[in-house]
């Protein structure tokens, strides 16, 4: 997945497949080739091991030197662990995508089967009268609205990123099918807030992905929004487009658009125009547009809205904060103590992207000092010198501020609704079958790496104990080369490195043994060196008057004949 920018904009840019064609046990799903070369819906379990982005963590990084650990902090910012709200998107699209192409098979014939299939009792007529029944296209969309920071938009590309973005088909079922599809499409709305912009956008975005001139076609500066929407209803159903997804809805401008009625009635236009499923994503400064009428009118409560607010104090919290607590590259380990949790809510009142870059600044703030431990003084101070843009927003969320709140709804909803939300929200992310599931595969993840690094460290101890090291000492060596190494290591570096302390250690203890057995002699020896009998030719008498003399000692007993010329010892 890669972003590319287009006149200023962002495009999210998915992978490019030849189909592949999957029977599925939907009986209406079937003989589509739209649906057929989707992958397989995925069960709970198999979506989250796909979202997760987990990176690579070693606990020898404490080890490294201060500016590498600093470096490998900026990994936190790749961290995904799904929560349930994730799996509840994920579930959505699934059957948003699915039920958006039912009626909208692109093969005639194939269309007469998947509808037979579907409804065995549907009266075709007697094939004179040239009747067909009709299937009304259910695309079923619907929004999502959530405070900034929450994980909206990482979360949307991590689903979206679960189906590829363009299948490119060339037969079905023995049919001759040469159709580019489009999947799914993922627009930004402009920074100028203007309808006819988002319009322009579409095809913009289009041309990045399969490299067309749709832009040029149809982007005459003369053509109004009215004009606009049937092309992209025609270019939408020519690709078979299964889902529009359009971000940052809060951007729109009442003036430019022509007031908030106007915009209502373009999404509703756009949704009964298109003719496929539209899902509108943004912050609650949006929810000041998106009025009851407008959720009744449009099509989009088919899947029902879903309210994205900050993580309360619960499991959810305690899940995500668990996993998160995991990267840490200080040279000494931190647990993740009840103070913590609840300073590291406090400060970011449980949205997602204020948590992760706390704990990455408060261990920026450490790394490289005397104290590298992790306390909750730390995370207070942390967000006070570095969060200041953010800090009276979450002061306002913490007291309650009526009047602060009503001032920023494009940062949290207004306050009248603050309570319904966060209601809503609880009762979306506390399912609790599901967060057991992820928990379980979170600790299961963990267990398998004690397990291996158990049996590694059993492994070389053992190996050393033959090698003639005392069990304990082989264990703490083991252990000590282990945590400098990693898990990951290859064995013969670790036994290298245990082995080496091994020694080290045993040297030291001898070490230790000879000054104290020298300190016990020291009394004897200066008793014996009164009575020593100075002998006329006396090593020591040599090397003693040499060194007054100025003469190396060598010297002096080479000249005193104590040394004698290696010639004499070598066979002639």
Known sequence: MITEQIYGRNVFIGNQISAKYHLTEEAMYRHNAFIEAL??????????????????????????NAQRRLQSVQTITNYIEPLPIHLDLEQRFSRMIRNGYMARNPISAEWIKQMRAGFRD???????????????????????????????????????????????????????????????????????????????????????????????????????????????????????????????????????????????????????????????????????????????????????????????RDDVWD??????????????????????????????????????????LAQWHVIGQEDERIYPGLI????????????????????????????????YPPIRNLDEYLHRATDRIT?????????????????????DAESLIIQVARWLVEAGIEPKTARECTVKALNRHGSGINLKLVMQEAFTLAVKYLASQEDESSEKEESKQEPNRRKRKDKVVSLSGDLREIVEKSKKKGI????????????????????R
Not at 386 to 405: G, V, Y
Not at 433 to 442: I, K, M, S
Not at 552 to 571: H, N, R, T, W
């Open 39 to 64: 992958p397989p819906v995925l069960m709970p379990e198999e979506a989250a091991n796909r979202i997760r982005r987990k990176p690579v963590y070693d606990e020898a990084g404490r080890y490294w």
């Open 122 to 312: 549907l009266d075709w007529g007697a094939g004179e009268d040239g009747y067909v029944p009709i299937i009304r296209s259910s695309a079923a969309g619907f929004s999502i609205i959530g405070t900034s920071g929450v994980g909206k938009t990482t979360a949307l590309d991590s689903v979206l990123s679960l189906y590829p973005q363009v299948i490119v088909h060339t037969e079905y079922n023995g049919h001759s099918f040469d159709r580019t599809q489009l999947v799914w499409l993922k627009l930004d709305c402009p920074f100028d807030g203007s309808l006819k912009g988002l319009c322009l956008n579409f095809f913009q975005a289009i041309d990045i992905i399969l490299g067309t001139r749709y832009y040029q076609k149809f982007g005459n500066s003369r053509r109004t929004v009215d004009e606009l929407l049937p092309n992209m209803a025609h270019l939408a159903a020519a690709l078979g487009l299964g889902v529009l997804v359009i971000d940052e809805i809060q951007r729109l401008n009442e003036a430019k658009s022509g007031g908030a009625a106007k915009m209502l009635n373009f999404f509703v236009q756009m949704v009964n125009t298109i003719g496929v499923p539209v899902v509108l994503v943004g912050t609650f400064k949006a929810l000041h547009f998106m009025t009851r009428e407008f959720a009744q009118a449009r099509r989009s409560a088919g899947q029902g809205d879903l309210i994205w607010a900050n993580l309360a």
């Open 319 to 360: 899940f995500f904060i668990d996993g998160l607590w995991e990267y840490q590259w200080t040279n000494v380990s931190s647990s993740l103590t009840p103070a913590l949790r609840q300073v590291l809510y406090e400060e970011s009142q449980g949205i997602v992207d204020i948590a992760v870059k706390l704990y990455m």
């Open 380 to 411: 207070r101070d942390v967000a006070r010198e570095s969060l200041k843009l953010a800090k009276p927003i979450l002061d306002a969320l913490k007291a309650r501020d009526i009047q602060k709140l009503s001032q920023i709804s494009d940062i």
């Open 431 to 451: 399912i609790e079958g599901t967060l057991n599931t992820l928990r379980n595969q979170q600790k299961a993840e963990k267990n398998i790496m004690d397990d």
């Open 552 to 571: 190396p000692a060598y010297q002096a007993l080479k000249d005193a004949g104590m040394i004698k010329p290696a010639s004499e010892f070598l066979a």
